[in-house]
Antibody, heavy 120, light 107 residues
Framework: QLQLQESGPGLVKPSETLSLTCTVS??????????WGWIRQPPGKGLEWIGN???????YYNPSLKSRVTITVDTSKNQFSLKLSAVTAADTAVYYC????????????WGQGTLVTVSS | DIQMTQSPSSLSASVGDRVTITCRAS??????LAWYQQKPGKVPKLLIY???TLQSGVPSRFSGSGSGTDFTLTISSLQPEDVATYFC?????????FGPGTKVDIK
């Protein structure tokens, strides 16, 4: 049973870089049919897609966040990571890692989510 | 970029009512439209994909329709366990976009 688990600091200072890692278990991150992605949800608000990565390293980012986002993959560790630079309070959110499907463009598998608060 | 809108933003209905939520895309998206249900404190759950295909295990009271730019999610008979926020989502050129959500409550 594939599982995804987010990890990283729950508190980040304004102007610094938010860094999260998603560890994939029960399956290989090198599967050719899936992206590996990040979605966030500010408290009480809607879902915002941040970006996806393919196991080969190809990346696809939300245009509104593209200048601040970097997603990388480490196939040897079965992990992928998110970096979001120059954070502000508006970046406070629950961050989910997920496995979007390439063909159908849907998301069935999600991590449980981790709350990241931006505050000094 | 494709923008997604949903209406209404919230609704309150009685148990047994038929509930309809609308999602509109800023440009044609064929049938690349999915619906998710998110209960408070929980991870979103896929209900429908390809505009009208019911995900395995989802009750048949949920249905989807539409193509192009206009889509609907219908709950044929609202149940207490359907209290949640519903999001539409599209997929275009490897980019994903979610709608703003519709919160459904029991009257």
């Amino acid at each position: 049973q594939l599982q995804l688990q987010e990890s990283g600091p729950g508190l980040v200072k304004p102007s610094e870089t938010l860094s999260l890692t998603c560890t994939v278990s029960g399956g290989s991150i090198s599967s050719g049919s899936y992206f590996w992605g990040w979605i966030r949800q500010p408290p009480g608000k809607g879902l915002e897609w941040i970006g996806n990565i393919f196991y080969s390293g190809s990346t696809y980012y939300n245009p509104s966040l593209k200048s601040r986002v970097t997603i990388t993959v480490d196939t040897s560790k079965n992990q992928f990571s998110l970096k979001l630079s120059a954070v502000t309070a508006a970046d406070t959110a629950v961050y989910y890692c997920a496995r979007p499907e390439m063909v159908r463009g849907i998301i069935i598998k999600w991590g449980q989510g981790t709350l990241v608060t931006v505050s000094s | 970029d494709i923008q997604m809108t949903q209406s209404p933003s919230s609704l309150s209905a009685s148990v047994g009512d038929r509930v309809t939520i609308t999602c509109r895309a800023s440009q044609g998206i064929s049938n690349y439209l999915a619906w998710y249900q998110q209960k408070p404190g929980k991870v979103p759950k896929l209900l429908i994909y390809a505009a009208f295909t019911l995900q395995s295990g989802v009750p048949s009271r949920f249905s989807g329709s539409g193509s192009g730019t206009d889509f609907t999610l219908t709950i044929s008979s609202l149940q207490p366990e359907d209290v949640a926020t519903y999001f539409c989502q599209t997929y275009n050129s490897a980019l994903f976009t979610f709608g703003p959500g519709t919160k459904v409550d029991i009257k």
